[in-house]
C-alpha cells in the first residue's frame, strides 16, 4: 500500500494545500516519512487524513465557478466502526459545500474494503445535496466493495459508475462526461 500514491497528473491544474478555500491549505508533505497507516500497512505520505484511522483521500481537482470536486478515496471504508461518512461528511464535505461545491466525483478504486453502517449521513448530505439540484457519484469502487455497498442500498444516495479511463481526460471533461450520463437518466 506504500506505493499506492493519489493521482497526480492534473497538479498543474489544482493542489488543494494551494487553495485558501481548502481545508488542506498549508499542509506540508514528506516524501520519505511514512506515518499513516491502514491496519498495519504504511501509506503513501501524500494522502490526507480526515479523522480516519482507515479512510485517507486526496482533493485532485476543484472548479468553484462550475461547483464540482474530484475526491480519490484510499484504504477501508468503515462506517460500522469508524463511522467513516460522518468523518467525509463533517471533515470535508461540509466545508465544500459551504463553499458552494454540489457535484461529487469520488474515484474509489483504492477502496479495498466498505463496512456498512447507519445511513443517517447519506440520507442528510444527498437531501442537502438534492436542495442544490446536486449529486456525488463513486467511480472505480471495487467489486467486493461495491457489492456491500449496494447491499445496504446506499446508491439511493451516491450513484455508482465505472469509468476505467478516467486518468485520460482532462478534469472538466470528465466532469462533463459523468454530468452528462446522469442528465440523461430518467428522473425518479
Known amino acids: 500500500m506504500h506505493d499506492v500514491e493519489p493521482y497526480f497528473q ?3 491544474l489544482y493542489i488543494a494545500d494551494e487553495d485558501p478555500k481548502s481545508i488542506f491549505f498549508g499542509q506540508t508533505y514528506s516524501e520519505f516519512e511514512f ?5 498495519n500497512y504504511y501509506i503513501h505520505p501524500q494522502w490526507d487524513v480526515i479523522g480516519s484511522k482507515t479512510l485517507y483521500l486526496k482533493i485532485l481537482f476543484v ?9 480519490e478515496l484510499m484504504g477501508e471504508w468503515n ?3 469508524e463511522n467513516d461518512i460522518m468523518q467525509l461528511k463533517r471533515e470535508l464535505l461540509d466545508s465544500m459545500m459551504e463553499e458552494g461545491i454540489i457535484k461529487f466525483i469520488l474515484i474509489g478504486e483504492h477502496v479495498y474494503n466498505f463496512h456498512n453502517g447507519d445511513r443517517d449521513y447519506y440520507e442528510e448530505w444527498y437531501e442537502e445535496l438534492s436542495e442544490e439540484e446536486g449529486w456525488a457519484v463513486l467511480v472505480n469502487l471495487h467489486p467486493a466493495a461495491q457489492y456491500d455497498f449496494l447491499q ?14 478516467w486518468r485520460t481526460y482532462k478534469p472538466e471533461d470528465f466532469f462533463q462526461l459523468i454530468d452528462d450520463k446522469l442528465s440523461q437518466r430518467l428522473p425518479l
Do not use: C, G, P
Open 10 to 12: 492534473w497538479r498543474h
Open 35 to 39: 506515518s499513516q497507516t491502514v491496519y
Open 63 to 71: 472548479d468553484y465557478e462550475t461547483k464540482f470536486a474530484i475526491i
Open 79 to 81: 462506517d460500522a466502526i
Open 152 to 165: 445496504k442500498k446506499l446508491n439511493r444516495y451516491i450513484e455508482l459508475m465505472e469509468i476505467t479511463a
